[in-house]
């Protein structure tokens, strides 16, 4: 059994994968919490160590960011043991493995503050040729590795381009493996870094016994990219590397990763969002790692109510589930959001105060969707 977790952290992003052979996956780290008591929000900290812990190890197989915004890297610099300075390397640091980041993590200019620091590891370690996957290479990355006497042909094992499978995860024995949709080289070929628009974006698929489940991993994201994505995978006829069965929402819940117009009571999709989120299977999930739902549109920041309404209709429409990290199981003291994986398929835990689960429902299995 696989399990994936996502950790009440406000309008923030961290997602761990346990799979069944002993790996850990760990998918943005944002530390948000303050020192106040009152803060509802997971001390992320205190959280994986203690995972670790029991686990009897102190290093993650892959740690990924999407991309170097602070709500998907706060707290990194802190956390983990960093390879390029003696400075970020006490006992007690977590170890990463295998450091997985988009290209322009590597070739933004002007980075400051956590972002510089990841940054720094980042091309440390692609220069030095182990410990890191980097996705995608567009020109700015060649050129990057040109001014240090690289090319592209001498780290060609640690690139890979969006429409291929990662290396080093395979159906066995990991049983899954991740189809990257982006970051596109051409979108990080301009001359300021968008983010959201080179950010990583991945499709995991799980296979246990006879069952297939299929998660998005999208972090922050647009409906342009999406569209884009979309497009792409249609024109080569991969519809299977659009569906899902878990499905974390871009952007904390924002109306900009389903469509052009916030909308009075409803986003509208755009045509090729609508027809992604259509790929969902009967019974699947809906993950936005936000704050609660506002009830009013006081605040402009995501979450935005409109959105969480769109994604409600979708949920409602597969017979599935729509839940947000901060509101659960309540909204004043929320928990991490537990999702198993095997031969049912993804099945939500419900959490009770105090962090016992329980199994509140099953999936229905995707008719005809096996390993056969």
């Known amino acids: 059994m696989h399990k994936v977790t996502f950790y009440p952290l406000g309008n923030a992003d961290c997602c761990k994968v346990d799979l069944d052979n002993g790996r850990k996956l760990l998918f943005d780290y944002a530390h948000p919490k303050s020192a106040d008591d009152e803060d509802p929000r997971i001390d992320l900290a205190n959280e994986l160590r203690e995972d670790l812990k029991s686990a009897k190890r102190d290093y993650f197989d892959v740690v990924a960011f999407t991309h170097a915004d602070d709500d998907h890297i706060r707290g990194s610099s802190e956390f983990f043991y960093l390879e390029h300075a003696k400075k970020y390397q006490e006992e007690d640091r977590i170890k990463i493995r295998e450091l997985w980041v988009p290209a322009a993590m590597i070739t933004e200019e002007g980075a400051e503050g956590e972002a510089r620091i990841l940054r720094t590891e980042a091309r440390y370690r692609l220069k030095n040729g182990k410990g890191i996957r980097v996705f995608s290479r567009p020109q700015r990355l060649k050129d990057w590795l040109e001014k240090e006497g690289l090319t592209v042909q001498d780290r060609e094992a640690l690139i890979t381009d969006a429409g291929r499978l990662a290396p080093g995860f395979t159906k066995e024995p990991d049983s899954l493996e991740f189809f990257v949709h982006s970051p596109f080289a051409k979108s990080q070929n301009g001359g300021l870094v968008d983010r959201n628009e080179s950010a990583l974006i991945l499709h995991a698929t799980f296979f246990t016994d006879s069952t297939t489940t299929r998660m998005w991993i999208i972090g922050d994201s647009t409906h342009e990219v999406l ?126 105060v105090g962090g016992v689960t329980t199994v509140i429902s099953r999936p229905a299995q995707r008719v005809g969707w096996t390993n056969d």
């Open 227 to 352: 569209t884009d994505i979309v497009d792409i995978t249609e024109s080569h006829d991969r519809e299977d590397r659009l569906e899902w069965d878990i499905y974390d929402i871009p952007h904390h819940c924002s109306y900009l990763a389903i469509g052009p117009e916030k909308g009075e009571e409803k986003t509208e999709p755009a045509e090729k969002v609508k027809s992604l989120m259509s790929k969902g299977s009967r019974g699947g999930l809906l993950i936005g790692s936000s704050d609660p739902i506002p009830i009013n549109d006081e605040n402009d920041q995501p979450p935005h109510r409109q959105a969480a309404n769109y994604y409600k209709e979708v949920a409602k429409d597969i017979v599935g589930q729509f839940k947000v990290t901060m509101e659960h199981p309540k909204t004043s003291r929320p928990e991490p959001l537990v999702i198993t994986v095997d031969k049912f398929g993804a099945t939500l835990k419900k959490t009770l």
